[in-house]
C-alpha cells in the first residue's frame, strides 16, 4: 500500500468536510447526487470524448497501482542484478538461465533472457531502449488521461452551478424550491474544482513521478545487464549501478 497516496486522499478530504463543519455547515448539504451525477458523468464523457476507451480502461485499472502497490526498490534490483553477475561469473553466461524466472522485476527478466540468447550488446541496447520509448509512452498517454479529466471537471462544475441557478429563476414565485437549486449550483463547483484539484491532477503526477522513476531503474538495469555481459566484476558493477539511485534510496 503507498501511504502517501491513501494519506493525501484521506487528508484532502478530511480538510475540506472539516473546513466545512467549523463553518457550521453540515454533511449533508455536501451530498447533493444530482451536482455528482452532472459533473462526474460529465467529466468522464469528455475524457471518452478525448481518448480511445481502452485508454481510459487503462488509466482507471492504474488506480490499483497508484493506491495498493509501492514500486519495487532500487536496492532490491541491485541485489537481484549482483546475485546474477556473480552466479555468470562463477558459472558461466549460461547459468544464469534457470535464475530468470525467480527475477521480480519483468524488464530485468526480458533483457536478461535477450542477453543469455546470445544478442550483441550494442542490438540488446537498442531494442531495450525501444522497450522504454514505448512504456514511456504509454504510460504518459495513461496519467495525461487523468490531467485531462481535471481539467474538464472544473468547467463541467461551473455548468452545473448553471444548471442550478437556471432552475432557481424558473422557480422564483416557489421559495419552497430555491434552496435545492442554490445547493446544486454551488455544490457543483465544489465537486467540479474539488475533484481537479484533489483527485485528477494529483493523481497525474503521481503517475508521472512514479514513471521517471520507473524509466531511471531500467536505465539502471540495462546497464547491469550489459555489465554482467561483459564480464565486469560484481564489486566495481555494484558500485556503477548504485550511481543511478540516491544515497537515502539505497541506505
Same mark, same amino acid.
Given at each position: 500500500? $503507498?501511504?502517501?497516496?491513501?494519506?493525501?486522499?484521506?487528508?484532502?478530504?478530511?480538510?475540506? !468536510?472539516?473546513?466545512?463543519?467549523?463553518?457550521?455547515?453540515?454533511? $449533508?448539504?455536501?451530498?447533493?447526487?444530482?451536482?455528482?451525477? %452532472?459533473?462526474?458523468?460529465?467529466?468522464?464523457?469528455?475524457?471518452?470524448?478525448?481518448?480511445?476507451?481502452? $485508454?481510459?480502461?487503462?488509466?482507471?485499472?492504474?488506480?490499483?497501482?497508484? *493506491?495498493?502497490?509501492?514500486?519495487?526498490?532500487?536496492?532490491? *534490483? %541491485?541485489?537481484? %542484478?549482483?546475485?546474477?553477475?556473480?552466479? #555468470?561469473?562463477?558459472?558461466?553466461? %549460461? #547459468? !544464469?538461465?534457470?535464475?530468470?524466472?525467480?527475477? $521480480?522485476h519483468p524488464y530485468l527478466r526480458k533483457a536478461l533472457r535477450l542477453a543469455v540468447a546470445g544478442m550483441l550488446p550494442k542490438l540488446l541496447i537498442e531494442t531495450m531502449e525501444q522497450d522504454n520509448e514505448t512504456f514511456e509512452d504509454e504510460n504518459r498517454r495513461i496519467a495525461k488521461v487523468y490531467e485531462t479529466a481535471g481539467s474538464f471537471a472544473p468547467t463541467i462544475g461551473i455548468l452545473g452551478a448553471v444548471l442550478g441557478l437556471i432552475r432557481v429563476m424558473e422557480n422564483l414565485s416557489d421559495p419552497a424550491k430555491l434552496g435545492a437549486g442554490i445547493a446544486v449550483a454551488f455544490v457543483a463547483t465544489i465537486y467540479g474544482v474539488g475533484s481537479a484539484n484533489l483527485l485528477f491532477l494529483p493523481i497525474s503526477r503521481k503517475l508521472i513521478n512514479r514513471l521517471q522513476q520507473e524509466i531511471s531503474l531500467r536505465s539502471m538495469i540495462l546497464e547491469g545487464v550489459v555489465g554482467i555481459q561483459a564480464g565486469l566484476n560484481p564489486y566495481y558493477l555494484e558500485e556503477k549501478l548504485k550511481v543511478f539511485v540516491e544515497e537515502k534510496s539505497y541506505s
Open positions: 500500500m $503507498d501511504r502517501a497516496s491513501i494519506i493525501g486522499i484521506i487528508l484532502g478530504i478530511t480538510a475540506l !468536510v472539516g473546513g466545512n463543519q467549523l463553518e457550521g455547515g453540515k454533511i $449533508d448539504s455536501m451530498l447533493q447526487p444530482t451536482a455528482a451525477l %452532472i459533473v462526474f458523468g460529465g467529466t468522464l464523457g469528455a475524457t471518452l470524448l478525448s481518448y480511445p476507451f481502452h $485508454d481510459v480502461v487503462r488509466a482507471i485499472a492504474a488506480l490499483r497501482g497508484v *493506491l495498493f502497490i509501492k514500486p519495487k526498490g532500487s536496492r532490491a *534490483l %541491485i541485489a537481484d %542484478i549482483i546475485r546474477t553477475s556473480n552466479i #555468470a561469473r562463477r558459472s558461466g553466461f %549460461i #547459468a !544464469v538461465e534457470p535464475e530468470i524466472k525467480n527475477l $521480480d
